[in-house]
């Protein structure tokens, strides 16, 4: 199936100005991976020592699981958004590379498993339960220890705001939204336990973070 998320970060400029997004929100959603992170720790986890970051996008959060000293392979669908990781990752310490992956059909260029998997800002773009269930038996083979996925909380002011603009222009947005309830029984579904929820600002911004792991690691 198509739809804008397999496709539109490879139109012109599209990458270079995702490259410039908001400064503030990398911050507000890094800190709350952190938190997770964190949290393990405290739990008496033993640290991730490799991660994937996909789809990476531009490598801003490969580069932050750089800094905590993880060895990082990125991997994107979008040739463009790959180029702009390599440029930003390369010759950096830990940086494993950035390869070409199609998280609905994977093939032989999957990467090897991780002990942390990073998904961010994907979720929203998938527009069915079916294309999500692809995208998750692929997190899933690639998770050894830790999978954190974001994901769009239907339940927000933001969401409202957003939805009652659509209404107003008649354009149909390519965001959608997804309740705990039914990511948990997905995830389920395809060997995956969620381990905690984490919202950015709770009945204020629609984006939600949920920490899972394999059932059988």
């Not at 020592?49 to 669908?77: H, M, Q, S, Y």
């Not at 107003?168 to 905690?196: C, M, N, Q, S, Y």
């Amino acid at each position: 199936m198509s739809y804008a998320g397999r496709t539109k970060y490879d139109e012109p400029g599209r990458a270079e100005r995702y490259r410039e997004r908001s400064q503030r929100r990398n911050r507000e959603e890094w800190a709350l991976v952190q938190s997770l992170l964190e949290g393990l720790r405290e739990a008496g986890t033993p640290p991730p020592a490799t991660a994937i970051d996909v789809p990476c996008g531009t490598g801003r959060i490969a580069e932050l699981l750089l800094g905590r000293g993880l060895a990082v392979t990125c991997a994107d669908l979008s040739p463009a958004m790959l180029g702009e990781a390599e440029g930003r990752l390369q010759g950096k310490r830990g940086y494993r590379g950035a390869r070409a992956l199609d998280l609905e059909a994977p093939g032989e260029g999957a990467p090897e498993t991780a002990d942390l998997v990073v998904c961010l800002r994907f979720l929203h773009h998938l527009p069915d339960a079916a294309t999500r269930a692809k995208v998750w038996a692929t997190l899933r083979d690639l998770t050894a220890g830790h999978l954190i996925v974001s994901f769009h909380h239907p339940v927000s002011l933001h969401n409202l705001t957003r939805g009652l603009r659509r209404v107003f222009t008649r354009k149909r947005g390519d965001r959608h939204t997804l309740r705990p309830a039914i990511l948990e029984a997905e995830a389920r579904a395809a060997g995956l336990r969620v381990l905690r929820f984490a919202p950015l600002a709770r009945w204020r911004r629609e984006f939600w973070l949920a920490l899972l792991a394999p059932y059988d690691a």
